[in-house]
């Protein structure tokens, strides 16, 4: 590390999601409050604040309006009430609404937002409050003395994707810090490597994920209303083999957020979560509030759904952890925003105290642990549905009976106890069938209209990468690779990748290799979590890189 700037503060925050920042405004109240005068750093790896951020987005107030008790819920530049509220099974011709909600799934007094627009306004409120945020740094490396995290340091930059140092070279900065928050989103990289290293999923569930897959329209007037809220279930998916649904929100002026989302525990090499997105979208159901309309804006996301028992020890020698990072999501309420909000508040009150005594060790951080467990506005929404995704991982019909057995008894399933899951990574079938393009011949063809291939999205996600610099996307064993996911597997990151990234050539000889479209890259990180055997893993890459999300 000789010949590398350092800097040094009190805190240091990785991540300006919704968690990094309710970490950092909270922090700085509690601060105040305690008359402490503490230096507190935000780095995001977004161009700005807001351009990595993807959700639904549809918001349960509590946590928020305690994050920022001075204000009113009129103050928060959501988009809209929700008005309507329903959820439709679609068969492939036919669908029926609900005349229920599903349990959990109630939306009565909550809000859609843009997420990134939320996210750039928290942003303003804590550079206000004396937090420094700087954005457009990626942070890929965990500073430590023996297991105890002391910071993090930026990526070098201006180095060739030969790993030659060319003249703009400049080596990162070492960020030190008496406590680092890792609130890096799904799947944070940072957060991976600690865990690995500090043993922190002993005992867990694996964590399993979902992707979504989004796009934000422009559409007539009364194509739909603002505060519609729309669930569907069913087609294009099939109960036992894929569980996940689809969404539609309403937004002022005349915008509509629609998207799938669908379980990464799926067994088909083929599956290809973006093309039944679009299929969906063919749906009457659907295409009836985009007829006439436009595409603005595309994006995929993973979230982490394995809920309360595949959730990691959050916190250790100099670190807690926020946000999805953390698994502080709910899978039932397709919702995690207000749990990532309560998971920062809880992380900042506990680096508040620590602060004031100068104590950032294990003992002393295990306070966040505690405020969780000690009945937290996050344990009681996760802990009655700790066993709800492993349930329905079983199918609709059986899934649906024990889910109904947990809602009697508190999230309890009688005489199987805590229900596990496979990885994802370890769950596909190479001799599945009927493949997804077998069961889908014929409505794979996109008319770049209402349905979109997969670089024409990516275009909508104004995804850019530097293509100098070394692929962030790495191939630790090629031989392994070769001989488990191209020829065991058929090469399934052609088709799990929502952006084209991934591409199974074959030469002349009939050999065949992966070639990678890493600018096409939008972050979503499925490729570190369904390919097979660990075979690939994304890496940080520049800072800056990636999406430039304005309405999501």
């Known amino acids: 590390m000789n010949n590398v700037d350092s800097v040094k503060t009190d805190v240091l925050v990785v991540g300006g999601g919704p968690a990094g920042l309710a970490t950092a405004i909270k922090l700085a109240d509690e601060l105040k409050a305690r008359g402490e005068e503490k230096r507190i750093l935000l780095i995001e790896k977004g161009a700005s604040i807001g351009s990595h951020i993807l959700s639904g987005a549809v918001i349960k107030t509590e946590s928020l309006l305690e994050l920022l008790p001075d204000l009113k819920i009129e103050d928060i530049p959501f988009d809209s009430k929700v008005t309507t509220d329903s959820t439709a099974f679609l068969m492939e011709n036919d669908s029926y609404t609900l005349p229920f909600h599903p349990p959990y799934m109630n939306n009565e007094g909550n809000y859609i937002a843009s997420l990134a627009s939320l996210c750039r306004w928290l942003s303003d409120i804590a550079t206000e409050k004396g937090v420094e945020i700087y954005s457009g740094f990626a942070v890929d490396e965990i500073l430590y003395d023996g297991d105890k995290v002391i910071g993090a340091k930026t990526k070098d930059t201006g180095i060739d994707h030969n790993g030659t140092k060319m003249k703009n070279f400049q080596a ?86 629609l998207g799938l989302v669908v379980g990464l525990d799926y067994k088909d090499p083929k599956f290809d979560i973006h093309a039944a997105m679009q299929i969906w979208k063919t749906h009457s159901f659907v295409s009836e509030k985009l007829e006439g309309g436009k595409i603005l804006e595309f994006g995929a996301k993973t979230l982490p759904e394995g809920g309360y028992y595949a959730m990691p020890k959050f916190y250790g020698d100099g670190f807690m952890i926020v946000g999805d990072s953390a698994g502080f999501l709910s899978t039932a309420r397709l919702k995690g925003i207000h749990l990532a909000i309560d998971s920062g508040i809880m992380a900042a009150k506990t680096a508040a105290m620590a602060l004031v005594k100068g104590d ?59 229900l596990t899951t496979e990885a994802d990574n370890e769950t596909l079938n190479a001799h599945y069938e009927p493949s997804f393009t077998e069961r889908f011949k014929g409505k794979l063809e996109f008319d770049k209209k209402l349905t979109f ?41 052609e088709s799990f990748c929502p952006a084209e990234v991934y591409e199974v050539h074959t030469d002349k000889e009939g050999n065949k290799n992966l070639r990678i479209h890493a600018e096409n890259c939008v972050h979503c990180k499925t490729c570190d979590i369904k390919s097979p055997n660990n075979g690939i893993t994304w890496i940080t890459p520049y800072g800056g890189d990636g999406p430039d999300y304005v309405y999501m």
């Open 172 to 257: 990162g900065t070492q960020v030190l810090a008496d406590i680092t928050i890792l609130a890096e989103g799904t799947r944070g990289s940072l957060a991976k490597t600690l865990t690995a290293k500090l043993n922190l999923d002993d005992n867990k569930n694996p964590q399993i994920y979902s992707l979504g897959v989004k796009e934000i329209w422009s559409v007539p007037k009364g194509n739909i209303e603002a505060g519609a809220v729309f669930h569907t279930m069913g087609y294009p998916l099939r109960s036992g083999e894929e569980f996940g649904g689809g969404f539609i929100y309403g937004l002022s002026d005349n915008r509509v957020a």
């Open 360 to 418: 950032f060790s294990d003992a002393e951080l295990s306070n966040y642990n505690k405020a969780f467990q000690n009945d937290s506005y996050s344990f009681k929404d996760l802990y009655p549905v700790r066993n709800f995704r492993q349930a329905m991982s079983k199918g609709m019909v059986l899934g649906g009976l024990m889910y109904g057995v947990q809602l009697i008894t508190g999230g309890a399933c009688p005489m199987l106890g805590k």
């Open 453 to 493: 291939d997969k670089v024409t999205d990516v275009y909508y996600s104004k995804a850019h990468h530097d293509e100098e610099q070394i692929c962030h996307l790495v191939i630790d064993d090629q031989e392994s690779f070769n001989n488990i996911n191209i020829a065991k597997f058929g090469g399934p990151a």
